[in-house]
């Protein structure tokens, strides 16, 4: 019903820079929270930045400072500016949203993930 359809990864060398964009499509009626997890080997997914529809945003400690994210509502699109990028920062990156869908539930979706390699 909902796909989320990320792009913008690649490889970088530290202290470079990437955006990443993550547009959902389908059947929305409306979007809450939009966000950004990553997962790096042997670790836990976790938060690194989320925005909500009236932009108010929340950012992980390790990317504070560093990462931008943004949303064009319109659009159903989220993006993660990341500068000064550390070996640290490599992973997975995998956009998630909170959506009303057209005559159906709430619901939590993902996308397939972005692969960010940070080259030191």
């Known amino acids: 019903q909902v796909q989320l359809v990320e792009s913008g990864g690649g490889l970088v060398q530290a202290g470079g820079s990437l955006r990443l964009s993550c547009a959902a499509s389908g059947s929305i009626f409306s979007i809450n929270t939009m966000g950004w997890y990553r997962q790096a080997p042997g670790k836990q997914r976790e938060l690194v930045a989320d925005?909500?529809?009236?932009?108010?945003?929340n950012y992980a400690a390790s990317v504070k400072g560093r990462f931008t994210i943004s949303r064009d509502n319109a659009k159903n699109t989220v993006y993660l500016q990341m500068n000064s990028l550390k070996p640290e920062d490599a992973a997975v990156y995998y956009c998630n949203a909170d959506v009303w869908v057209v005559d159906g539930p709430r619901d939590d979706y993902w996308g397939q993930g972005t692969q960010v390699t940070v080259s030191s």
């Open positions: 925005i909500t529809s009236t932009a108010i945003t």
